[in-house]
């Protein structure tokens, strides 16, 4: 039998295929391949998607996020709040310009938990970075009523919730920065790396085309020392097509999540719900399984379907992040939803017989055991 993979970009691709391979030909023949007019349209309309004012294309999803840091002047002994569960990028994206992470841990949703925020905040801290984990939105209401209360900047990391809402605002549109990346990979996926910034601020768009461009705004006239992080023509063409569909895409994922919850039935796994006021576009489906993860995996695997670990090592944890000195145990929930999660196979194009064969898989696990 075929296997199952965890994702398939192929699949994906070949959804609109026609249109990509289209709009691809007209870019490599336009003779203009960074920053043009494919650029300015996709900025236009995936603001207008995201529901703010501007859009500012880069090239992945990590310059994102420290660009946002860096253009909002936090570094150097400042403390950024994040959640300890998250992607790794995310803690270096606050970390890149020297500020420090401050860890919080998740709800049972997966997100930062808002009521754990407050007891963390000192007089160094400058934002909390708020991480939309496997396509849910956080709870966005209590985040940036705390975000005004202490005077703090908000920064949300949109990597893997391209349409996710919280009580009807889409996410990337809360806070001084949205960051998103396009990898290949992510619901709104690119055909390379891509990335980009959302935000309502005049100012805080026009420092970002700044930044991303060598810190010019002006030809050879350089003001700051920016990065290299444009987005290529190529890219931002195939996300204009993606876009366009993007609605077709969340609705695909959400119905594949759908008969996950209603398939599944087995006493060992613990299904992933949706906090109230929140929706999620289902980037990852992600089970936990207190007692057998490990063996849980293997045995998906022996039968042909492959899984995920998001993410087997929290950030504090890792050799990266050595220099912090957090402790194993110094985030319980973090630590315990490492060892326990489990990422199901989902991708836009998989197929109803699939899918029943992964549920049909898991209700087997252990049957008739404890
Ligand atoms: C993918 C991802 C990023 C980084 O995006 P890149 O485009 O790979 O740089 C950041 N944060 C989260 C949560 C992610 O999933």
Redesign the pocket.
Known sequence: MEKIMQGRMDRGFQKYQDEYEKKALEVLRSGWYILGKEDEAFEEEFAKYVGTNYSVGLA????A?WLAFRVLGIGEGDEVIVQGN??I??VMGITINGATPVFVEPDKYYQIDADAIEEKITDKTKAILV?H?YGQAANMTKITEICKKYNLRLVE?C??SHGACHDGKMTGSFGDFGCF???PS?NMGAFG?A?AITTNDPELARLMKIYRNYGSEKRYHNMVVGANSRLDELQAGLLRVKLAHMDEITKEREQLALKYADGIDNPMVIKPEVAAGSTSVWHQYVLRVPEYRDDFKQYLEENGIMTIIHYPIPPHLSEAYKRLELKEGSLPITEKYANEVISLPIYAGMTDEEQSRVIECINNYRKGTK
Not at 60 to 63: C, I, M, V, Y
């Open positions: 992945s999803g990590l310059d996020l998250t992607y990028a995310s991480v984990l990391d990597a893997q990346s396009f990898y992510k790396d990335g």
